[in-house]
C-alpha cells in the first residue's frame, strides 16, 4: 500500500488540480486504448499466415491511421487548453502574496492590509516535533485562507527557484528580475508541502514549503495578532 500512494497524485485541494487530475485520466485512457490497438495488430501479424504480396497500396487504411491519430490529438489538447487558461485566468483576488526565492530560503510579503515579511528556513532535523515531517517542515508558515482567490506574485533574489505546491497543482517558476503570476484557491483547511522544483543549487533540496489554509476569520485575526 506504501508502495502504491507514492506513485498516485496527492489528494487536491483546489479546483485546479482536480482538473489536472481529470486530465490525467482522460489522456491515460487514450493512450491505453492506442496501446491495446497496437499491441492487437502486432500479435494479428505475428500469428497471421494472410499475406498478400500484389497491394501495392492501401488507400483507406492510409486514410483511417491519419485522421485518427490526429482526432486523439484534439481530444487530448481541447481539455489541456482549457486547464491552461484556467492556471492565468485572475479573477479580483482578495490577497496578493510575494514570494521571493533565496538560496535556500523563501521569503514571503503581505502588503495589502499591513506590511507583514517573514523569511521561511527549513526546520533543522534536530528541531522537529513528533508529528513533523523530515526535510519538509519549516520554522515559518505560509498563511492562506481558504475559499478566496489569493494571486501569488514570483521573483528570486539570486538564481533560478520553483514555487512548487503538488497538492494545489501550482508549480511556478521564480526568475531574478522577473515576476510571475500563480493564483491559489483552497478547498479546505489543513497543512499541505512543496518543495523548490528547480536545481538551484548545492542545497537545492533543503528549501520547502509549507502552507497551512484556515477559514476567512482566523486569518483575520492572525494579520492581526502579527
Not at 11 to 31: A, C, K, V
Not at 134 to 143: K, Q
Amino acid at each position: 500500500m506504501a508502495t502504491w500512494s507514492n506513485i498516485v497524485f496527492q489528494d487536491s485541494n483546489s479546483p485546479i488540480m482536480e482538473q489536472l487530475i481529470i486530465f490525467h485520466d482522460h489522456t491515460m485512457m487514450i493512450i491505453m486504448f492506442i496501446t491495446l490497438i497496437v499491441i492487437y495488430i502486432m500479435l494479428n501479424l505475428i500469428f497471421s499466415n494472410k499475406l498478400n504480396r500484389q497491394m501495392l497500396d492501401g488507400q483507406l487504411i492510409e486514410l483511417t491511421w491519419t485522421i485518427l491519430p490526429a482526432l486523439m490529438l484534439i481530444f487530448i489538447a481541447l481539455p489541456s487548453l482549457k486547464i491552461l487558461y484556467m492556471m492565468e485566468e485572475m479573477n479580483k483576488p482578495l490577497i496578493t502574496i510575494k514570494v521571493i526565492g533565496h538560496q535556500w530560503f523563501w521569503s514571503y510579503e503581505y502588503s495589502d492590509f499591513k506590511k507583514i515579511e517573514f523569511d521561511s528556513y527549513m526546520k533543522p532535523t534536530t528541531e522537529l516535533n513528533q508529528n513533523e515531517f523530515r526535510l519538509l517542515e519549516t520554522d515559518n508558515h505560509l498563511v492562506v485562507p481558504i475559499n478566496v482567490e489569493v494571486r501569488m506574485l514570483m521573483t528570486s533574489f539570486d538564481v533560478i527557484h520553483s514555487w512548487t505546491i503538488p497538492a494545489l497543482g501550482v508549480k511556478m517558476d521564480s526568475f531574478p528580475g522577473r515576476i510571475n503570476q500563480a493564483n491559489l484557491m483552497m478547498n479546505r483547511p489543513g497543512l499541505y508541502f512543496g518543495q523548490c522544483s528547480e536545481i538551484c543549487g548545492a542545497n537545492h533540496g533543503f528549501m520547502p514549503i509549507v502552507i497551512e489554509s484556515i477559514n476567512l476569520d482566523k486569518f483575520f485575526n492572525w494579520l492581526i495578532n502579527y
